[in-house]
Structure formats: C-alpha cells, structure tokens
C-alpha cells in the first residue's frame, strides 16, 4: 500500500459515515413526517359500522395513550438506528436494524389510530428524535453485550408500558387495544432477540435513569 492511499483511508471512512449520516437525516424527515414505507397490516383492520362509538373523554384518553405510543416508536426508531450505525458486529446490527423495521410498522399503526380519533401525534417528536437517536450512538459504543442489553431494557420498559394501557383504554375502545396487543406481543419477541444474542443486564443506575426519561416523555406526549 503507498502512502498516498494510507492517508486516504481515514478520508474514505469519514466520507462513509458522513453518507450515512445524511441517509440517517432523510430518514428521520421520513419518520417525522410519517412517509417511512411499512409492510404490515393494521392490526384492528377496516372500521366497522357497529363498532361501539366512544364519548367525547374517552376519546381524548385514548387518543393521549395512544400518542404516548407512537412517541415511543419515534424514539424506538432512532434509538435502534443510532445504536446500528457505529455497531462493528454485522449480525448484532442487522438485529437492530430488524427491529427498527417492525418499530415502523408500529409507528404506522398508532398514526392510524390518532387519525381514526381525530388526534394528532406530539408535537415534540422531532426532539425525543435526536435525543433517542444520540443516546443510540452512546449506548453503541458500550460493546455489544451491552448495546443488546439497552435493546432488551428498552423492550421490556416499553412492554409494562404497554400492559399499563391495556389496563386503562376504555374496554369498548376494541381497535385500539388490538393495536397495543399486536405491539406489546412484537416488543417481547424483540426482548427475547436481543437477550438470545448475548444481552446483559444494564447496571441499576442506567436502568433507573431510563425510567427517568420514560416517565418525562409520557407525561409530556399524553397532552402535548
């Protein structure tokens, strides 16, 4: 190898992280504005004339628990793509990326649903955006095990989210809670991906700051 092409490598591999990022912004435009393409059906299907009507506040609950969810999968999304993009294992990134993916189809199903309640989703995606996206990058320089172990912590949080909705939407509100199942019953089966790849435990502190952040975004999202 001559020096010339030594001293291009650095160059060459800044420019590729430089073509990623760029691709990573137009995917976030995609995300925010929800034209990223999905490949799953909506679970809860075409409206039917004889479903039960809601009333005007357990519309509003709803429709505050279910952009609590679609602000999760904004943050679920960008997490999983940061932790992918400096990730140097080739089948743990292909996990993440998997489960990004099927995060879009989540992402879709709870844009429908505000539709379909006349909502709208939060305001603030674009920030929980870049801060989920950051904090990816961070958690995927921890090591793989580590990397993993954020997935299957973030998983698991979002899985007792989720049972705590169930808990609370309005027992007639049918289309929502098949939603929500459909959702909840992806996120174990991404808990268990990760954990069946290698995932360890996070330290209590990690794991304490996450719910920390949890508790302030879906506060936040379920009025604003």
Same mark, same amino acid.
């Given at each position: 190898?001559?020096?010339?092409?030594?001293?291009?490598?650095?160059? !060459?591999?800044?420019?590729?992280?430089?073509?990623?990022?760029?691709?990573?912004? %137009?995917?976030?435009?995609?995300?925010?504005?929800?034209?990223?393409?999905?490949?799953?059906?909506?679970?809860? %299907?075409?409206?039917?004339?004889?479903?039960?009507?809601? *009333?005007?506040?357990?519309?509003?609950?709803?429709?505050?628990?279910?952009?609590?969810?679609?602000?999760?999968?904004?943050?679920?999304?960008?997490?999983?793509?940061?932790?992918?993009?400096?990730?140097?294992?080739?089948?743990?990134?292909?996990?993440?990326?998997?489960?990004?993916?099927?995060?879009?189809?989540?992402?879709?199903?709870?844009?429908?649903?505000?539709?379909?309640?006349? *909502?709208?989703?939060?305001?603030?995606?674009?920030?929980?955006?870049?801060?989920?996206?950051?904090? %990816?990058?961070?958690?995927?320089?921890?090591?793989?095990?580590?990397?993993?172990?954020?997935?299957?912590?973030?998983?698991?949080?979002?899985?007792?989210?989720?049972?705590?909705?169930?808990?609370?939407?309005?027992?007639?509100?049918?289309? *929502?809670? !098949?939603?929500?199942?459909?959702?909840?019953?992806?996120?174990? %089966?991404?808990?268990?991906?990760?954990?069946?790849?290698?995932?360890?435990?996070?330290?209590?502190?990690?794991?304490?700051?996450?719910?920390?952040? *949890?508790?302030?975004?879906?506060?936040?999202?379920?009025?604003?």
């Amino acid at each position: 190898m001559t020096s010339s092409s030594i001293s291009s490598v650095p160059w !060459q591999r800044r420019r590729t992280l430089l073509d990623q990022l760029l691709a990573e912004g %137009g995917r976030a435009l995609q995300v925010l504005d929800g034209s990223v393409p999905h490949d799953r059906a909506y679970p809860a %299907g075409p409206a039917k004339p004889d479903e039960p009507a809601l *009333s005007p506040d357990e519309s509003r609950h709803s429709a505050g628990l279910m952009r609590v969810n679609h602000v999760g999968e904004i943050c679920a999304q960008a997490l999983y793509r940061g932790q992918a993009l400096l990730c140097r294992d080739e089948s743990v990134r292909a996990v993440l990326y998997q489960a990004a993916a099927e995060e879009v189809d989540h992402l879709a199903w709870c844009r429908q649903r505000l539709d379909e309640l006349q *909502s709208r989703p939060s305001i603030l995606n674009p920030l929980w955006y870049a801060g989920s996206f950051g904090l %990816g990058l961070a958690a995927s320089r921890a090591g793989v095990p580590h990397n993993l172990g954020f997935m299957a912590e973030t998983e698991r949080q979002v899985e007792e989210h989720l049972d705590g909705h169930l808990s609370t939407l309005p027992e007639h509100d049918h289309r *929502s809670r !098949q939603v929500v199942t459909q959702m909840r019953d992806d996120e174990i %089966g991404h808990r268990a991906t990760a954990e069946h790849h290698g995932a360890v435990p996070l330290p209590a502190p990690v794991r304490w700051a996450m719910r920390l952040m *949890s508790k302030v975004m879906t506060t936040s999202a379920y009025r604003i």
